[in-house]
């Protein structure tokens, strides 16, 4: 495979951009060789500068649950953009999106738009601050709650494919309100809470864990965490951006029945555009600026493009059999590589929610990072270049996860698993 136009884009923007790239699991740091850089989409598929073709297992992350280039997506947002860009007024279609979003989402009596993830988390804790009065947040090792610096400590995805799971220039008196708890053990996470027993003001979950591979939570585990919340005043935030109208039309929330006070989502809900919400119980969201006085702003949130591509997004996954159809094709995959691999004489352990997994190579179940960490690296870097070889495009670490969209037909899961079996 040829990839001298990617090569040379990413050789001069390595003197432009840090790393030549604007997100650092992208720079393929983890398993070696130039990031084949994409100029289009159709479907399930995508082709690079140099006229390549993948199967897109990517999908921008998550948000491409309809596949690239859906027809109807693309005349929203074309009949967005003769509208205009960008306001900074409010407008009627961030209203049918707040309405969408809380027909769907049960816990989400009202929601805040914003521009990513990121900004969701950030401000989600920001809010389970102020409306608690205390300062400490929760959050589970191997956990990835965007970028923000009350979060990144010991935080999965990115900076764990990089051995950076914390970062230099996050205060340490701020990071040292941040306590981590292992992911799936109660034990641990209720420790935390007698040592700092009045000063909890939220714990954040991802409900599955979904930056460190896929990591479901263990039975119990979720209901403990809120049993916990609610027995020490402290708010329970899902975090739902990997999650959240991906795994059912609801989220993780709808399937687990456990229902937290805040919920973060973005990715699916922009349909490929930038965005971001928060959103729960109607007397927090009322303390949120300009309804209180908890501060949080944006210039472009709500933005027309993404409200549009969101809501026509959501719209088409409301539709009947979407959810069942992902399954199905999810199951058929899981399914195959595990079978294959074990034709092969190779332990491997594929885990699913719904349309979003993971591919371990071990035979044992994966409840936890240090369970993630001692799976095979090295033979999954190999098995990673090789599917590549094969034109199947899997996200360039061990611990992201991998995703289908409605576009990932039985030829295209036929055509995935053959690549498996080539690359064995
Ligand atoms: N790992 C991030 C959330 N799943 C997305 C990829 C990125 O960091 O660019």
């Not at 390549?52 to 690239?68: Q, R, T």
């Not at 709650?145 to 400590?153: E, I, P, T, W, Y």
């Not at 909890?200 to 864990?209: C, G, S, Y």
């Not at 993780?252 to 555009?273: A, N, S």
Request: glycine letters at 12%; hydrophobic letters at 40%.
């Amino acid at each position: 495979m040829r990839l001298d136009q990617s090569e040379a884009i990413f050789s001069r923007a390595q003197s432009l951009i840090p790393g030549g790239v604007n997100s650092p699991v992208r720079a393929y740091s983890s398993v070696g060789g130039t990031p084949p850089h994409l100029k289009n989409g159709q479907g399930p598929l995508v082709w690079d500068e140099d006229g390549n073709e993948y199967v897109d297992m990517v999908l921008s992350y998550g948000p491409l649950i309809l596949g690239h280039g859906n027809e109807e997506v693309k005349e929203a947002l074309h009949s967005a953009v003769e509208s205009g860009t960008t306001f900074g007024a409010p407008t009627r279609g961030e209203l049918t999106i707040a309405e969408l979003i809380c027909e769907r989402v049960a816990p989400v009596e009202m929601v805040r738009l914003v521009n990513s993830g990121t900004e969701a988390t950030l401000s989600a804790a920001r809010l389970a601050r102020a409306a608690t009065g205390r300062n400490r947040i929760i959050k589970f090792n191997g956990c990835y709650h965007g970028h923000g610096d009350s979060f990144l400590v010991r935080a999965g995805s990115g900076g764990l494919t990089l051995g950076a799971p914390d970062s230099p220039g996050v205060p340490k008196s701020l990071a040292e309100l941040t306590l981590v708890a292992e992911y799936n053990d109660l034990e641990d996470t209720s420790s935390l809470f007698k040592a700092h027993p009045d000063d909890i003001a939220a714990i954040i979950v991802e409900p599955v864990a979904g930056n460190m591979g896929l990591v479901p939570p263990v039975p119990g585990f979720l209901q403990g965490l809120r049993d916990l919340c609610d027995s020490h005043g402290t708010l329970l935030i899902f975090d739902e951006v990997m999650t959240g109208f991906r795994v059912a039309a609801g989220g993780y929330q709808e399937i687990c029945k456990i229902t937290p006070d805040l919920i973060c989502m973005g990715k699916v809900i922009g349909g490929g555009l930038p965005i971001g919400a928060y959103g729960g119980r109607r007397d927090l969201m009322n303390q949120i600026s300009p309804a209180g006085d908890v501060y949080q702003a944006g210039t472009l949130s709500g933005n027309p493009l993404a409200v549009a591509a969101g809501t026509k997004t959501l719209e088409i996954l409301g539709r009947p059999g979407v959810y069942e159809a992902l399954e199905e094709s999810a199951q058929r995959l899981a399914v195959g590589i595990e079978k294959t691999f074990a034709r092969h004489g190779r332990p491997a352990r594929v885990q699913r929610q719904g349309s979003m997994m993971c591919l371990y190579l071990t035979d044992a179940p994966v409840h936890n990072l240090d369970e993630v960490s001692a799976t095979d690296r090295d033979s999954w870097i190999g098995f990673f270049r090789s599917m590549l070889e094969h034109g199947i495009l899997l996200p360039p670490s061990p611990y992201e996860a991998w995703f289908l969209s409605t576009e990932h037909d039985d030829a295209t899961v036929t055509r995935i698993l053959e690549a498996v079996d080539r690359s064995l």
